[in-house]
């Protein structure tokens, strides 16, 4: 397994359509910096309970970029749940969904939000010939 870990800015921009308000639909756009020279764009889901720190999503991305100086794209998909304020969030790289140089990828990230709002990743991956 190999790691990457850097910076990434994210906009997220509402596709409300006046349903049940406790729903959101949200486009992202991002742009990763590091070990990931990438851009995304994707969709996301959620839904948000009565109860305070309590919500889920769930998203698809398409990263294009360069990781480990091997040029490509893939597909990450988000879980992710708040259960009174305590967090789990599962990304895992779509089986197969690697392209180019990249074919063949699989992996796990993580991100977190520093306070000051910063974005950062640690992706764990590996490559391998696609089958």
């Known amino acids: 397994m190999s790691s990457a870990t850097g910076l990434f800015d994210v ?27 990438a851009t995304s764009c994707g969709q996301m889901l959620s839904a948000s309970t009565a109860v305070k720190g309590s919500a889920a999503y769930v998203a698809i991305e398409i990263v ?3 990781l480990g100086g091997h040029t490509g794209t893939f597909a990450l998909q988000h ?43 640690e992706f764990e991956y590996a490559l391998s010939e696609s089958k």
């Open 79 to 121: 879980t992710g749940t708040m259960n009174r304020g305590t967090p789990a969030l599962s990304i895992l790289v779509v089986p197969d969904s690697a392209t180019g140089q990249l074919s063949g990828l699989t992996g796990t990230m993580n991100i977190n939000v520093a306070p000051d709002g910063k974005h950062t990743y």
């Open 11 to 37: 906009k997220l921009t509402p596709q409300n359509d006046g349903h049940d308000p406790a729903l959101g639909r949200m486009t992202l756009d991002k742009q990763f910096h590091g070990d990931l020279e």
């Open 64 to 66: 294009s970029g360069t």
